[in-house]
């Protein structure tokens, strides 16, 4: 798909905070983030919908997604996960390209998907990294 951002970073031609990638999906950094550390992760086959996967795709979707959530809470510390996912616009999905969302929860924060702040290119970078570390350091 040609406008869709998610195929676009895919492309290299948006830029992204990389943390994981895969033959099947890629994993980076969300561009707002309520919580540090939430990430994004996605197959490199434009998929509008968890209907449209198949039985492998959804598989090595959720292989990566297990694999970034560790991640995610070795350098996070949380002590909770939200691993949430919208299928068509009905649904609340604002990109048409089929992802899950990786949102990591502190006791004290309350609902923070209400407030998403813009974090910049470098603050990505320094998340994505750190969690890059982590998944290399893994037994998985």
Known sequence: MEQCIFCR???????ASLVYEDNQCIAFMDINQPNPYKVLVIPR?????????TDAQG???MRATLRVARAIRAV???DGL????????T?????????IHL???FASDGT?????????RDELDSMATALRVALANSDD
């Open 45 to 53: 086959e434009h998929i509008e919908t968890l209907f449209d996967l």
């Open 9 to 15: 970073i895919l492309r290299h031609e948006a830029p």
């Open 91 to 99: 649904a609340g999905q604002e990109v048409l390209h089929f992802h």
């Open 112 to 120: 923070p998907w209400r407030n998403p702040r813009p974090t910049s």
């Open 103 to 105: 949102l990591p929860r």
């Open 76 to 78: 996070s510390g949380c």
């Open 82 to 89: 939200n691993v949430f996912q919208n299928n068509g616009i």
């Open 59 to 61: 598989e090595a979707m």
